[in-house]
Nanobody
Framework: QVQLVESGGGLVQAGGSLRLSCATS????????MGWFRQPPGKEREFVAA????????DYADSVKGRFTISRDNTKNTVYLQMNSLKPEDTAVYYC?????????????????WGQGTQVTVSS
């Protein structure tokens, strides 16, 4: 079992920035593809970003390209989501995701492990 613990959510004004973190104690973290998803109020969960096990390849949803950056530090077993130029429509619960397979699995939502979620609220 892989436990994922998100942090860094909160309330921010439009145009501001937040950095989400997702930590795990799993020693095989460095072999897992990781990602972020979000669930806006009243909507289904949607893909945001994914990163390969090495960090050498990333994917983003069109709605966040150029504003969000996913990265990872395998020495700290942590993945990050830097969110800049935030908009009210970015308001959602953000979930960390992990899968021992390819990054494409994460992009497709075929995820083995989920975090508990962290709330991000962007005020206008």
């Amino acid at each position: 079992q892989v436990q994922l613990v998100e942090s860094g959510g909160g309330l921010v004004q439009a145009g501001g920035s937040l950095r989400l973190s997702c930590a795990t104690s799993r020693r095989t973290f460095s072999t897992y593809a990781m990602g972020w998803f979000r669930q806006p109020p009243g909507k289904e969960r949607e893909f945001v970003a994914a990163i390969s096990w090495s960090g050498g390849s990333t994917d983003y949803a069109d709605s966040v390209k150029g504003r969000f950056t996913i990265s990872r530090d395998n020495t700290k077993n942590t993945v990050y989501l830097q969110m800049n130029s935030l908009k009210p429509e970015d308001t959602a619960v953000y979930y960390c995701a992990a899968d021992p397979g390819l990054k494409s699995n994460v992009v497709a939502g075929r995820v083995s492990y989920w975090g508990q979620g962290t709330q991000v609220t962007v005020s206008s």
